[in-house]
């Protein structure tokens, strides 16, 4: 019998696990510094160390970069009401409630803008 509720235990574990969800978030990137004329260029888009991971699970935002990368991150409402904010690019924000949220990186020479469906 013990085997049986063991056994139970673990498969409830392993269906909760299953269904919790890790979204990436579509980050994009712009740069700051190209002159108005230049804009007919044809340059390859700028890739930065930077995921950012949606958790729906524990509704966790995590931010993660290279330790290297100066940068401040901010967190708004859809509404551009500011949730929260940091000056370190490894950072985690929890959001209590459902709603659409914008993700502002933002580094001296480029910034990337990312939107979130909690």
């Known amino acids: ?4 509720i063991i056994l139970a235990g673990l ?17 994009e990137i712009h740069n700051k510094s190209i002159p108005e004329k230049n804009l007919s260029v044809n340059r390859a888009p700028m890739r ?10 524990t509704h966790r935002i ?12 901010f967190l708004y409402k859809a509404d551009g009401t500011l949730v929260d ?4 690019i490894n950072t985690t924000y929890t959001v209590q409630t459902s709603d659409t949220y914008i993700i502002l990186i933002q ?4 910034y990337a803008k990312g939107e979130i469906e909690t």
């Open 1 to 4: 019998m013990k085997k049986v």
């Open 11 to 27: 498969l409830s574990v392993m269906t909760h696990a299953a269904f919790a969800e890790q979204r990436g978030v579509l980050m």
């Open 48 to 57: 930065l160390p930077i995921e950012v991971v949606y958790d729906t699970d």
């Open 62 to 73: 995590e931010v993660v970069g290279s330790e290297y990368l100066i940068a401040e991150i």
């Open 85 to 88: 904010h940091s000056s370190i």
């Open 107 to 110: 580094g001296d020479e480029w």
